[in-house]
């Protein structure tokens, strides 16, 4: 009709016959469903292709926001847990759990691969539909092209992009091996059925064993995820954590785990256990966390930056899916609320600092918290070469002093491993002998020692310092330990030393139990020293609030630092602080006392204390609003939409300015979608799926192929390259930003071979089921003709074989690290660069052999 009435208009006659328009020359108006709205005969043509690409384009970002609403009820349909009541491992007791309905597996090849292919598979759907249930190769070849994207290049940007020295495993590989199976199995099944069975003809029950497929992948992945096939001995390892949790989703609201160890630590967390209300953080977690990262901080937090940073602690530690990063990915990439909590950088540094080391009473270090990548070895796979401390001293006249470097993790290989001092307050020459070098740990080596040379001038100065640095070179297969820097004191021995306090005031809780006041020995440490001590009440009262009195404190020979320890009553009453004076007197052995001979100790209250905890546990449920993904109002939905990175207009870039103008009309139309928390999110689900990804999937197709239609581009081409890539740059981020923050590589690469697999079966079988059902009820056959898609397919194969291969050898060879992801620099970097070759190779030979370039007998 619409062609019907554009004849009609160009063929009317006027007054000036130079204004007709050659009806010849309007092509490629019958290509779509909806398009071209408008008469776009009088455009030139460079001008409508440009219009059509960047249409194209746009849609782009429309369906990866609407993609982000998609995923968010995924997340809220596959987080459903259950109340189960289980006897705790080891013991008599019944504890009511909470676990999740939805196996991982079975959800991410079901839901969370439709929610990250809608797109693909719902333009093999519109094709079909748009033919009149004939083959057209955009929908299909779409499918493939974007299976070699998300294999190849996607997978060789993530094995790049891990930090140096670092590695990420497949976790779960029995999973990726059936899945890994089915990513080529699947493509050469389409080989079968379009060129060896019945060549261009797709027969029903070949449309329905494809699409039968799919239940049987999603069975064995499951049996894989299981273990059923294997006989294995569960050990649960009892473990005593406390909490800072939130109950319900696994995503939505997050867990932190904090063990009595005294350090963090996220190692295997299933998301299926808690012991907490919904919604609700635990305060008991909380008030260590700001115990521990206080201590770090002298105290200098206030109770929001305290908040802040706990919020942030749960986010790096907890677990996250696909599903999470790709939904956070489209929201950079389109100036969105951010799934995160904001910091800044000082503040990250504070819980960096606090994440390392502390040190403990006896000047050892000790572990305050660990992340997930405590073992630089990664197993075994890297030597890490330190100091065997990180200080030490030396008497001036002693002549020398030796450091030992020891080497852990990987002991069987060469390394060497570069040292050099570095002046503090002692200066090279003067006060010792520099020295820059190189030392090798040979096989079978864990242990080197580093003489430096003392210079002793006989004359009295203050205690000095200099420094021992390490290097490795990272191709050398070692990574540098904690402990890569050695503070070396040199100590005037021709003086016994000045005693005084290290500050003038300290601060300890009241359930602290002892007050240990460090008292610190400088300028000598020659001979047996001693120095009296006495109490002096001031708010607190000997006998009440203190056990004080007076007492003796002796220093050995070399002693530099010594604790009074004074016991602290905890009354568990209501009270301001109090505080008492510590004085050193009657210094003897030569010592004297010096500046700082007294120090107040302050006793905080706790139940002040407390009030400090709970601003801080109110200020973090606060911020854990930031870590939901999706509103449960309209309201919200409309606020996010219509401000700038969802109304956080302070950490905004200029960036989220200018994509958030660009995409504003997309994000204000799909806030009319039902927010997830209605019907428990299949409402959205179905919303988002049937209405506004499959309506922009249909714009799309015929964006593409008149696009093509326009530049004289084959749809093959068009799709394996602009709509394939346009489809699948979101799943680029955001695997690239799980490899990095994830301790494994599933929720990067091992999700992308399932995908690709999901992509065929329900991709192709499904429309191919359907147009196969409607030909056999015509009684004719449904034709499709293996032509390019046929060598597509098999040279995507081909590739897709070579890719496996090296992610194989990639984890058994030591050279690479035993790691899909990750590893020696040079290595990875050449991972990466064959990979995408592999897809520039696959890219190149599909469009050679579509414009006949090459000719290859099928």
């Given at each position: 009709?619409?062609?019907?009435?554009?004849s009609?208009?160009l063929?009317?006659?006027?007054?000036?016959?130079?204004?007709?328009?050659?009806?010849?020359?309007?092509?490629?108006?019958?290509?779509?469903?909806?398009?071209?709205?408008f008469?776009?005969?009088?455009?030139?043509?460079?001008?409508?292709?440009?219009?059509?690409?960047?249409?194209?384009?746009y849609?782009?970002?429309?369906?990866?926001?609407?993609?982000?609403?998609?995923?968010?009820?995924?997340?809220?349909?596959?987080?459903?847990?259950?109340?189960?009541?289980?006897?705790?491992?080891?013991?008599?007791?019944v504890?009511?759990?909470e676990?999740?309905?939805?196996?991982?597996?079975?959800?991410?090849?079901?839901?969370?691969?439709?929610?990250?292919?809608?797109?693909?598979?719902?333009?093999s759907?519109?094709?079909?539909?748009?033919t009149?249930f004939k083959?057209?190769?955009?929908?299909?070849?779409?499918i493939?092209?974007?299976?070699?994207?998300?294999l190849l290049?996607?997978?060789?940007?993530?094995?790049?992009?891990?930090?140096?020295?670092?590695?990420r495993?497949?976790?779960?590989?029995k999973?990726?091996?059936?899945?890994?199976?089915?990513?080529?199995?699947?493509?050469?099944?389409?080989?079968?059925?379009l060129?060896?069975n019945t060549?261009?003809?797709?027969?029903?029950w070949?449309?329905?064993?494809?699409?039968?497929?799919?239940?049987?992948?999603?069975?064995?992945?499951?049996?894989?995820?299981?273990?059923?096939?294997?006989?294995?001995?569960d050990?649960?390892?009892?473990?005593?954590?406390?909490?800072l949790?939130?109950?319900?989703?696994?995503h939505?609201?997050?867990?932190?785990?904090f063990?009595?160890?005294s350090?963090i630590?996220?190692?295997?967390?299933s998301g299926?256990v808690?012991?907490?209300?919904?919604?609700?953080?635990?305060?008991?977690?909380?008030?260590?966390?700001?115990?521990?990262?206080?201590?770090?901080?002298?105290g200098?937090?206030?109770?929001?930056?305290a908040?802040?940073?706990?919020?942030?602690k749960?986010?790096?530690?907890?677990?996250?899916?696909?599903?999470?990063?790709?939904v956070?990915?489209?929201?950079?990439?389109?100036?969105?609320?951010k799934?995160?909590?904001?910091v800044?950088?000082?503040?990250?540094?504070?819980?960096?600092?606090?994440?390392?080391?502390?040190?403990?009473k006896?000047?050892?270090?000790?572990?305050?918290?660990?992340?997930?990548?405590?073992d630089l070895?990664?197993?075994?796979?890297?030597?890490?070469v330190?100091?065997?401390?990180s200080?030490?001293?030396v008497?001036?006249s002693?002549?020398?002093v030796?450091?030992?470097?020891?080497?852990?993790?990987?002991?069987?290989?060469?390394?060497?491993?570069?040292?050099?001092?570095?002046?503090?307050?002692?200066?090279a020459?003067?006060d010792?002998?520099?020295?820059?070098?190189?030392?090798?740990?040979?096989?079978?080596?864990?242990?080197?020692?580093?003489?430096i040379?003392?210079?002793d001038?006989?004359?009295?100065?203050?205690?000095?310092?200099?420094?021992?640095?390490?290097?490795?070179?990272?191709?050398?297969?070692?990574?540098?330990?904690?402990?890569?820097?050695?503070?070396?004191?040199?100590?005037n021995d021709d003086?016994?030393?000045?005693l005084?306090?290290?500050k003038?005031?300290?601060?300890?809780?009241?359930s602290?139990?002892?007050?240990?006041?460090?008292?610190?020995r400088?300028?000598?440490?020659?001979g047996?020293?001693?120095?009296k001590?006495?109490?002096?009440?001031?708010?607190?009262?000997?006998?009440?609030?203190?056990?004080?009195?007076?007492?003796?404190?002796?220093?050995?020979?070399g002693?530099?630092e010594?604790?009074i320890?004074?016991?602290i009553?905890?009354?568990?009453?209501?009270e301001?602080?109090?505080?008492?004076?510590?004085?050193?007197?009657?210094?003897?052995?030569?010592?004297?006392i010096?500046?700082?001979?007294?120090?107040?100790?302050?006793?905080?209250?706790?139940?002040?204390?407390?009030?400090?905890v709970?601003?801080?546990?109110?200020?973090?449920?606060v911020?854990?609003?930031?870590?939901?993904?999706a509103?449960?109002?309209?309201g919200?939905?409309?606020?996010?939409?219509?401000n700038?990175?969802?109304?956080d207009?302070e950490?905004?870039?200029t960036?989220?300015y200018v994509?958030?103008?660009?995409?504003?009309?997309?994000?204000?139309?799909?806030?009319?979608?039902?927010?997830?928390?209605?019907l428990?999110?299949?409402?959205?689900?179905?919303?988002?799926?049937?209405?506004?990804?499959?309506?922009l999937?249909?714009?799309?197709?015929?964006?593409?192929?008149?696009?093509g239609?326009?530049?004289?581009?084959?749809?093959?081409?068009?799709?394996?390259?602009?709509?394939?890539?346009?489809?699948?740059?979101?799943d680029?981020?955001?695997?690239?930003?799980?490899?990095?923050a994830?301790?494994?590589?599933?929720?990067?690469?091992?999700n992308?071979?399932?995908s690709?697999?999901?992509?065929?079966?329900?991709?192709?079988?499904?429309?191919?089921?359907i147009?196969?059902?409607?030909?056999?009820?015509q009684g004719?056959?449904?034709?499709?003709?293996?032509?390019?898609?046929?060598?597509?397919?098999?040279?995507?194969?081909?590739?897709?074989?070579l890719?496996?291969?090296?992610?194989?050898?990639?984890?058994?060879?030591?050279?690479?690290g035993?790691?899909?992801?990750?590893?020696?620099?040079?290595?990875?970097y050449?991972s990466?660069?064959?990979?995408?070759m592999?897809?520039?190779?696959?890219?190149?030979?599909?469009?050679?052999?579509?414009?006949?370039?090459?000719?290859?007998?099928?």
């Amino acid at each position: 009709m619409a062609n019907t009435t554009i004849s009609s208009l160009l063929n009317q006659t006027t007054a000036a016959p130079e204004t007709c328009v050659n009806v010849a020359n309007y092509f490629c108006s019958d290509k779509g469903i909806i398009l071209p709205i408008f008469v776009e005969a009088t455009w030139p043509i460079g001008l409508r292709a440009f219009l059509y690409l960047f249409a194209m384009l746009y849609c782009f970002m429309g369906v990866a926001i609407i993609a982000d609403v998609f995923m968010c009820s995924i997340e809220v349909i596959t987080s459903k847990t259950k109340t189960i009541s289980m006897v705790k491992p080891g013991t008599d007791i019944v504890e009511e759990v909470e676990v999740r309905i939805w196996n991982d597996t079975v959800a991410n090849l079901t839901l969370m691969a439709l929610g990250s292919s809608a797109p693909e598979i719902l333009l093999s759907i519109v094709g079909i539909i748009k033919t009149g249930f004939k083959s057209e190769e955009l929908g299909p070849s779409t499918i493939v092209g974007s299976a070699a994207f998300n294999l190849l290049v996607i997978t060789g940007v993530c094995v790049s992009s891990i930090p140096t020295g670092e590695i990420r495993r497949i976790k779960a590989v029995k999973v990726f091996a059936v899945t890994a199976f089915f990513s080529i199995f699947a493509y050469a099944w389409l080989y079968i059925v379009l060129v060896l069975n019945t060549k261009d003809v797709m027969d029903l029950w070949e449309a329905i064993v494809t699409f039968m497929f799919f239940p049987i992948l999603v069975i064995l992945a499951y049996i894989a995820d299981k273990d059923y096939c294997s006989r294995r001995v569960d050990v649960e390892k009892e473990t005593d954590h406390l909490e800072l949790g939130m109950g319900g989703s696994q995503h939505d609201q997050p867990r932190l785990q904090f063990s009595n160890s005294s350090y963090i630590s996220h190692e295997e967390y299933s998301g299926a256990v808690t012991e907490l209300k919904p919604g609700h953080v635990n305060k008991q977690s909380v008030s260590e966390f700001v115990k521990e990262i206080s201590k770090y901080s002298g105290g200098k937090l206030s109770p929001e930056e305290a908040a802040k940073l706990a919020a942030l602690k749960i986010q790096e530690n907890e677990k996250h899916d696909r599903s999470w990063y790709r939904v956070n990915a489209t929201r950079w990439l389109v100036g969105g609320r951010k799934v995160s909590v904001n910091v800044n950088n000082s503040l990250k540094e504070k819980l960096e600092g606090s994440q390392v080391y502390e040190k403990a009473k006896n000047k050892d270090e000790v572990p305050l918290i660990i992340d997930s990548a405590s073992d630089l070895s990664q197993g075994g796979t890297f030597s890490v070469v330190e100091f065997s401390a990180s200080s030490c001293a030396v008497m001036e006249s002693q002549g020398t002093v030796e450091v030992s470097v020891l080497r852990s993790g990987r002991t069987n290989t060469r390394v060497p491993f570069r040292y050099e001092t570095i002046d503090g307050t002692a200066e090279a020459g003067s006060d010792y002998i520099p020295q820059k070098d190189v030392l090798v740990f040979e096989p079978g080596e864990s242990m080197k020692n580093i003489k430096i040379v003392i210079v002793d001038d006989n004359q009295w100065e203050a205690d000095e310092t200099f420094f021992v640095k390490l290097s490795v070179d990272p191709d050398s297969g070692a990574v540098l330990g904690r402990k890569s820097i050695n503070e070396i004191t040199i100590i005037n021995d021709d003086d016994p030393g000045v005693l005084d306090f290290t500050k003038p005031s300290f601060i300890f809780k009241e359930s602290a139990g002892i007050a240990s006041v460090p008292v610190q020995r400088t300028k000598g440490s020659d001979g047996v020293i001693s120095v009296k001590w006495k109490t002096k009440d001031m708010r607190a009262v000997n006998g009440r609030d203190y056990v004080g009195g007076e007492g003796m404190l002796e220093f050995q020979h070399g002693e530099t630092e010594k604790n009074i320890d004074i016991q602290i009553f905890d009354d568990k009453d209501f009270e301001k602080d109090e505080d008492f004076m510590v004085e050193l007197s009657d210094a003897a052995g030569g010592a004297m006392i010096g500046r700082q001979r007294r120090t107040v100790i302050t006793i905080v209250n706790d139940d002040e204390y407390n009030g400090l905890v709970d601003r801080v546990l109110t200020i973090v449920n606060v911020n854990m609003d930031h870590l939901q993904l999706a509103s449960s109002t309209w309201g919200g939905q409309f606020r996010d939409a219509m401000n700038v990175n969802g109304g956080d207009v302070e950490n905004a870039t200029t960036m989220d300015y200018v994509m958030h103008f660009l995409t504003f009309g997309w994000k204000v139309m799909f806030a009319l979608t039902p927010p997830v928390n209605f019907l428990g999110g299949w409402l959205t689900f179905l919303v988002s799926l049937m209405g506004f990804i499959f309506l922009l999937t249909v714009i799309i197709s015929d964006l593409a192929t008149t696009f093509g239609c326009l530049i004289d581009l084959e749809d093959n081409i068009t799709a394996i390259t602009l709509v394939a890539m346009g489809t699948s740059l979101p799943d680029l981020f955001a695997s690239r930003t799980a490899a990095k923050a994830e301790k494994y590589a599933d929720a990067s690469i091992g999700n992308v071979t399932g995908s690709n697999s999901v992509n065929v079966f329900l991709g192709l079988g499904l429309p191919w089921l359907i147009a196969s059902i409607y030909w056999e009820a015509q009684g004719e056959k449904f034709a499709v003709p293996a032509g390019s898609l046929a060598f597509s397919v098999m040279a995507y194969s081909i590739c897709a074989i070579l890719c496996i291969i090296l992610l194989v050898i990639r984890r058994i060879v030591p050279a690479f690290g035993r790691a899909e992801l990750g590893g020696t620099p040079s290595l990875k970097y050449f991972s990466s660069f064959l990979m995408a070759m592999l897809w520039v190779l696959y890219i190149v030979l599909a469009i050679l052999e579509t414009k006949k370039v090459i000719v290859v007998p099928l």
